[in-house]
T-cell receptor, first 111, second 112 residues
Framework: AQSVAQPEDQVNVAEGNPLTVKCTYSVSGNPYLFWYVQYPNRGLQFLLKYITGDNLVKGSYGFEAEFNKSQTSFHLKKPSALVSDSALYFC?????????FGKGTRLSVIA | NAGVTQTPKFQVLKTGQSMTLQCAQDMNHEYMSWYRQDPGMGLRLIHYSVGAGITDQGEVPNGYNVSRSTTEDFPLRLLSAAPSQTSVYFCASSYGESTEAFFGQGTRLTVV
């Protein structure tokens, strides 16, 4: 069975600083990995995905994620955080079933 | 370009009542899914479909029923509402397991 873990419930970062939101996965075979963002009272929006190929994936709004097979991780990163990045972030995987989500990490960017 | 449309946006039910949450997509996606979102639990998969006429159970299927008679529509039925089904429900669709999923705006359901 596939699973995804987000070890941090909350991440706080100052505006302009780099941010990292962590994700680890447990998937048999080759994983399909995704990051989604949820703003208050909204549905989820796709940020980026890893299917195969380059381990560094670039996505929307300046976000990127690094796939690390040896550490089974897929951390979300951004070089310089904005206050508008404050939201709930979900890591997810898919394979033989539809998306399986982590529990989410709330990112707060402080001005 | 509507994307994924869920109705209603809000609903209050009494324990024991039944209702149907509607989900429609206009992107000709084969895959459709229903999730519930509860605080601290992330999104949990209720039921899903990989094409018209095909449905399967997810992680938390009890108390819910689905059907997929057309590619566009994937309604979720609550058979006999219970307070434990108070949640925010999201419908999602995609072309397949390696493609991005599109989500509806959600239905906030309260069972009293």
């Amino acid at each position: 069975a596939q699973s995804v873990a987000q070890p941090e419930d909350q991440v706080n970062v100052a505006e302009g600083n780099p941010l990292t939101v962590k994700c680890t996965y447990s998937v048999s075979g080759n994983p399909y990995l995704f990051w989604y963002v949820q703003y208050p009272n909204r549905g989820l929006q796709f940020l980026l995905k890893y299917i195969t190929g380059d381990n560094l994936v670039k996505g929307s709004y300046g976000f990127e994620a690094e796939f690390n097979k040896s550490q089974t991780s897929f951390h979300l990163k951004k070089p310089s955080a904005l206050v508008s990045d404050s939201a709930l972030y979900f890591c997810a995987s898919s394979g033989n079933t539809p998306l399986v989500f982590g529990k989410g990490t709330r990112l707060s960017v402080i001005a | 370009n509507a994307g994924v449309t869920q109705t209603p946006k809000f609903q209050v039910l009494k324990t024991g009542q039944s209702m149907t949450l509607q989900c429609a997509q206009d992107m000709n996606h084969e895959y459709m899914s229903w999730y519930r979102q509860d605080p601290g639990m992330g999104l949990r998969l209720i039921h899903y479909s990989v094409g018209a006429g095909i449905t399967d159970q997810g992680e938390v299927p009890n108390g819910y029923n689905v059907s997929r008679s057309t590619t566009e529509d994937f309604p979720l039925r609550l058979l006999s509402a219970a307070p434990s089904q108070t949640s925010v429900y999201f419908c999602a669709s995609s072309y397949g397991e390696s493609t991005e999923a599109f989500f509806g705006q959600g239905t906030r359901l309260t069972v009293v």
